[in-house]
């Protein structure tokens, strides 16, 4: 079956405390996405990658990391994760990240509180 | 500050009528949009999209119309279904960009 798989799904951890919230995709797909989902402000694009060893910022990139050493995979990184990072994140994947008839496939989220 | 926008938080409509979502943008670069359905619990899907070379694209009960000039676009869902009930968003980009902007939400509820 065709998926996008995110780990953990759920995730309480306290502030300071690194982690990283996994990314896997079995489509061959090059583009790959993450994105944070926050009330009244919707999906907003945090980084992406056009390919293996190709990352990019989005629109709110600051206190993550990325690493694209993969096709399949794109983790998420938060070095040191702060309470304004409690969030609902979504991780994407396409054929190409402007290919019109090629959507993105999400996966189904991950919900991380920082205390 | 917010590129797509979509100023109606929520909608309920009967079945079987026809559900109307708005959604307006301020990038006049955007030249593709894009649809996705939420479901609590679930990431989004991919509902329906178009290119700003189109004013209107359909699929079964979805179409989508672009109105470059007013910044605007919509989806409309004819019939309604209580399966539609769901957070619509509406997403832009450009074609020879990577990245994506996404509004706010519209939560559609379909009252059997």
Known sequence: EAQVTQNPRYLITVTGKKLTVTCSQNMNHEYMSWYRQDPGLGLRQIYYSMNVEVTDKGDVPEGYKVSRKEKRNFPLILESPSPNQTSLYFCASSWQGNAGNQPQHFGDGTRLSIL | ?112
């Open chain 2, 1 to 112: 500050d917010q590129q797509v926008k979509q100023n109606s938080p929520s909608l309920s409509v009967q079945e079987g009528r026809i559900s109307i979502l708005n959604c307006d943008y301020t990038n006049s670069m955007f030249d593709y949009f894009l649809w996705y359905k939420k479901y609590p619990a679930e990431g989004p899907t991919f509902l329906i999209s178009i290119s700003s070379i189109k004013d209107k694209n359909e699929d079964g009960r979805f179409t989508v119309f672009l109105n470059k000039s007013a910044k605007h676009l919509s989806l409309h869902i004819v019939p309604s279904q209580p399966g539609d009930s769901a957070v619509y968003f509406c997403a832009a980009t450009l074609l020879t960009g990577n990245q994506f902007y996404f509004g706010t939400g519209t939560s559609l509820t379909v009252i059997p």
